[in-house]
């Protein structure tokens, strides 16, 4: 199955920032509304690999029919809601099965 991962929200935290991060010249590259596709829950070209160990498993059990996260968490039972793991610059994903190439 083909699995839609679209960001949904950025976030990002300047007080965190200021006080304990070090500074970077790069950061997230994602943007506000960009769409990835998994095929076959393999990680789509482009998407950070933070990104995707935080969505990962929920990537690939919706790709083999799986969903029904924690209960009916979701109103789509075959979508999640997942953020990346950056503590400073969360960006949150919405995930979810769609229809296959034919």
Not at 2 to 14: C, D, S
């Amino acid at each position: 199955m083909r699995v839609k991962i679209t960001a949904v929200r950025k976030t990002e935290y300047k007080d965190l920032i200021e006080i304990y991060e070090n500074p970077i010249e790069h950061t997230c590259d994602v943007l506000l509304g960009q769409e990835f596709i998994s095929e076959n829950g393999e990680k789509p070209q482009g998407l950070c690999d933070s990104a995707w160990e935080s969505m990962e498993k929920f990537v690939r059990e919706l790709a083999t029919g799986g969903g029904n996260f924690f209960d009916g968490w979701m109103k789509n039972e075959k979508s999640a809601m997942i953020s990346c793991n950056d503590g400073f610059r969360p960006v949150s994903f919405y995930i979810e099965v769609i229809e296959s190439k034919n």
